[in-house]
Structure formats: structure tokens, C-alpha cells
């Protein structure tokens, strides 16, 4: 079983409204496309960090005769993932609260174990990962998929949005997290002792109008209400009056036509020996 450590991090973006909003437009398709080829209808599969359970509930349809279980440390989010799971009528699926640094399972309980954009909050991912290693069968799947901030590109480029790419690295570092993890993840993996260790790496893209509209509407709010504000006041990285000038730039950003934003995410696919 695991050991009592717990996360010594600050998670950056908290569970405000619009947090959890943007979070929910997250799929298997669109976050774990390079996880998929590798399921089978019997797997049992652990998702670290579920948050809203979108994910999770995705992935129940490709393991029909098998399970999936969503652990997120934030018992609140999972009211949302269990009503989600429960409207899609799903029997092979269960949410449960905890710690990823101090996994709740028997040693080699699942054949996948994955996490999309956590690592990059937590203060010891190298750690995180040798205990989703643990819990992993032999021959079994730990994947993992990161953003990089540093390497977020826009047009157009708006000074505003530069100042917010600042910002968020060092609200994101005071609290203990790597904001650039998606360069240092295959990294990561090698020193919790992943030996097969495959590398990709995939991009969101928001240009349509719709896309823009939508993103530039969740950091318009986030930028102001979200716990990445309640850091930056109370750390003083950011004033007020910085938070609401970024906070306009996402909103002229979002009303220009030609709006467009790429979001680089490394992945890890490890079969563990």
C-alpha cells in the first residue's frame, strides 16, 4: 500500500465556476488521443486528477467489460463527475477522493494508470509518477500529458497577454508547480523509474470564431475570480489593476477576427517492465 506522504503544492487554478467550465470541454478525443490505440474493452483503468470526470467518463466506452476510476483531491469537483457518469447511465465507473502522492490501491492494481495536466501543480511529480507506477500491473500503461505555458502561442500578440504569460509563471511557481512540465516530463518519468519511456507531443488549437469566443471568455473570468487571482493578490505578483488589464486583454484578444492560440502538451506512454 502507499505511504502517508500528501501534496505539498498549491493547485493554481482551484475550482472556481469557470475554471471547472473550462475543464469540462476536455474529452478522450481531444486530450488522450495518443493514449486510445493502447485500451482494451477488459482494462481497468485509474485517472489521477479527474476533476470534472469528462475524461473519465469518455474512457467507460472503451472498456465496457472492464472499469475506470476518477481520483481528484477536491471532493467538491466530483458532485459534477458522478452526475455526469450517472446521466450516461455508466455501471463500469466510480469516483473516489484522494492524494495521488499516497494512492489508495493495493500494489499492480491496474493495467492503465494516466494523468492530463497535473503534474504541473503538484511538488513532487517524479514521486507522483513512481506511485502511479506502482499501482500498475507489469506490462501495464502509465501515461501522462502536460502542458507547456513558455511555449503558448497567439495572435495577435497582445502585450497584455505577454504580461499574463508572466504572471502565471510565477503565480504557478509560488505555489510549487512547474508550469513549463511538458519539456520536462519524459524527464520525470525516467527518474521515477520508467525504463520504456515513448515521447509525442499534440497541440489544442482555438481559431474559430466559436473556440476564441469560448477561451477567451474562461481566462476573461479566470483572470479575475479564479484562485490564479487570490495568488497573485496575496503574494503581490499582480495588483487589482494589473489582474483587470490582463483580464481586457483575453476580451480584445477574443473580439478580433483573426484570434488565433496553439497549446503545446507533451505526452508520456510507459509500459512498465
Not at 115 to 126: M, R, S
Not at 237 to 253: G, M, R, V
Request: glycine share 8%; with cysteine.
Amino acid at each position: 500500500m502507499s505511504s502517508s506522504k500528501s501534496e505539498s503544492a498549491t493547485y493554481t487554478h482551484g475550482h472556481h465556476a469557470s475554471v471547472v467550465r473550462s475543464h469540462s470541454w476536455r474529452t478522450a478525443q481531444n486530450s488522450l488521443a495518443f493514449l486510445l490505440p493502447h485500451l482494451k474493452p477488459t482494462m481497468k483503468i485509474l485517472d489521477v486528477g479527474c476533476g470534472p470526470g469528462t475524461i473519465t467518463v469518455d474512457l467507460a466506452s472503451y472498456v465496457p467489460e472492464g472499469h475506470i476510476t476518477g481520483l481528484e483531491r477536491a471532493g467538491s469537483v466530483l458532485v459534477q463527475a458522478r452526475a455526469n457518469a450517472a446521466k450516461q447511465g455508466l455501471a463500469n465507473i466510480d469516483f473516489v477522493e484522494g492524494d495521488a502522492n499516497a494512492l489508495d490501491f493495493d500494489d499492480e492494481t491496474f493495467d492503465v494508470v494516466f494523468c492530463h495536466q497535473v503534474l504541473q501543480h503538484v511538488g513532487d511529480p517524479v514521486g507522483m509518477l513512481a506511485e502511479m507506477k506502482r499501482v500498475t500491473r507489469k506490462g501495464g500503461i502509465v501515461a501522462a500529458r502536460e502542458s507547456d505555458y513558455g511555449v503558448f502561442v497567439w495572435y495577435p500578440e497582445l502585450p497584455g497577454l505577454k504580461r499574463w504569460q508572466e504572471t502565471y509563471d510565477r503565480v504557478a511557481r509560488r505555489n510549487g508547480g512547474e508550469p513549463n512540465a511538458g519539456r520536462t516530463l519524459h524527464v520525470w518519468a525516467k527518474r521515477a523509474g520508467l525504463a520504456d519511456v515513448r515521447c509525442s507531443c499534440t497541440m489544442w488549437c482555438y481559431a474559430t470564431r466559436e473556440e476564441v469566443k469560448w477561451w477567451s471568455e474562461t481566462w476573461v473570468e479566470r483572470t479575475v475570480s479564479s484562485s490564479f487571482a487570490t495568488t497573485a493578490l496575496d503574494h503581490g505578483i499582480a495588483t487589482q489593476e494589473d489582474l483587470a488589464a490582463i483580464s481586457q486583454a483575453w476580451k480584445d484578444w477574443g473580439q478580433d477576427s483573426d484570434a488565433w492560440i496553439s497549446i503545446p502538451s507533451a505526452e508520456i506512454l510507459c509500459v512498465k517492465q
